[in-house]
């Protein structure tokens, strides 16, 4: 499956973003989605994942209560809605696709090119 992520751009802290991840070439609804992100010098982190029918859904700690993952599987696209972004949000953020729900970038075998989320104090 191809992801393409788009969205990301600057924002000052306290505002919303909304990254999107279209998808292409496979049936959308098998996949697991996952949102993660990763800043130089850092391993690539989870934020959140959403499983294929929306039943179940992920976050890391840092973002829970202020970032909601959801997806529209008629769209082929899933979404995250980034409110109350602070500077330490600041990265480029990937989509991905997996068979099962994970919080590790391992069992995620298709990614997007990622889109940079910069967040100004």
């Known amino acids: 499956v191809q992801l393409q992520a788009s969205g990301g751009g600057l924002v000052q802290a306290g505002g919303s973003l909304r990254l999107s991840c279209a998808a292409s070439?496979?049936?959308?609804?098998?996949?697991?989605m996952g949102w993660f992100r990763q800043t130089p010098g850092k391993e690539r982190e989870f934020v959140a994942a959403?499983?294929?029918?929306?039943?179940?859904?992920r976050y890391a700690n840092s973002v829970k209560g202020r970032f909601t993952i959801s997806r529209d599987n008629a769209e082929n696209t899933v979404y995250l809605r980034m409110n109350s972004l602070k500077p330490e949000d600041t990265a480029v953020y990937y989509c991905a696709a997996a068979n099962y729900l994970s919080t590790v970038p391992g069992p995620y075998n298709y990614w997007g090119q990622g889109t940079l989320v910069t967040v100004s104090s």
């Open positions: 070439g496979r049936t959308f609804s098998n996949y697991v």
């Open positions: 959403i499983s294929q029918r929306g039943g179940t859904i």
